[in-house]
T-cell receptor, first 115, second 114 residues
Framework: GAGVSQTPSNKVTEKGKYVELRCDPISGHTALYWYRQSLGQGPEFLIYFQGTGAADDSGLPNDRFFAVRPEGSVSTLKIQRTERGDSAVYLC?????????????FGPGTRLTVT | AQSVTQPDIHITVSEGASLELRCNYSYGATPYLFWYVQSPGQGLQLLLKYFSGDTLVQGIKGFEAEFKRSQSSFNLRKPSVHWSDAAEYFCAVGAENQGGKLIFGQGTELSVKP
């Protein structure tokens, strides 16, 4: 079946602009996660949704970052007033969390470059 | 604080040689442990996972890992490396009470010599 998809695959924006990154999870997966991966680093947790609600947003670096999942499926990560330090690959993952299964399936990522 | 350490940033092995990638974690709860592989331009692919039970787990592509609670380690092994194994490998830790949120190590880049 279809895996996790993310759009766009690449996004170049100017400093100060607003961007939206989209994630389509695996159908039926109730849990959705956003991570950020900077060059040479492992993914860093940003936010986790269980259904429509953000169950844990402790990883969001500041209030310029916001994410929504209004219908419990597709999620959008929104970044306001982008800064060069926001440049990274943004990864989305989903999980069924059924019967204690915490395996996460990752999308290919969106590479964000802020110039 | 919760953390995952992969002490080796870069490892080079000869094709056909054995491999061991190290992972140490610091986690208050009973951990779930994962190894992921990432090839250039590709997403993260799960190699194997440990939730409970047998501490030696088998994964895809001939990889295995052993959970050693006393050493807080979850090292990844493969008896004979293939050139196609060249990639970045990440160890990750999660827990039941963390909703599945994962903490990743910084990764180990594996190069394979012919």
């Amino acid at each position: 079946g279809a895996g996790v998809s993310q759009t766009p695959s690449n996004k170049v924006t100017e400093k100060g602009k607003y961007v939206e990154l989209r994630c389509d999870p695996i159908s039926g997966h109730t849990a959705l996660y956003w991570y950020r991966q900077s060059l040479g680093q492992g993914p860093e947790f940003l936010i986790y949704f269980q259904g429509t609600g953000a169950a844990d947003d402790s990883g969001l670096p500041n209030d310029r970052f916001f994410a929504v999942r209004p219908e419990g499926s597709v999620s959008t990560l929104k970044i306001q007033r982008t800064e060069r330090g926001d440049s990274a690959v943004y990864l989305c993952a989903s999980s069924s969390l059924n019967r204690g299964n915490h395996e996460q399936y990752f999308g290919p990522g969106t590479r964000l470059t802020v110039t | 604080a919760q953390s995952v350490t992969q002490p080796d940033i870069h490892i080079t092995v000869s094709e056909g040689a054995s491999l061991e990638l190290r992972c140490n974690y610091s986690y208050g709860a009973t951990p779930y442990l994962f190894w992921y592989v990432q090839s250039p331009g590709q997403g993260l692919q799960l190699l194997l996972k440990y939730f409970s039970g047998d501490t030696l787990v088998q994964g895809i592509k001939g990889f295995e890992a052993e959970f050693k609670r006393s050493q807080s380690s979850f090292n990844l092994r493969k008896p004979s490396v293939h050139w196609s194994d060249a990639a970045e490998y990440f160890c990750a830790v999660g827990a039941e009470n963390q909703g599945g949120k994962l903490i990743f190590g910084q990764g180990t880049e594996l190069s394979v010599k012919p």
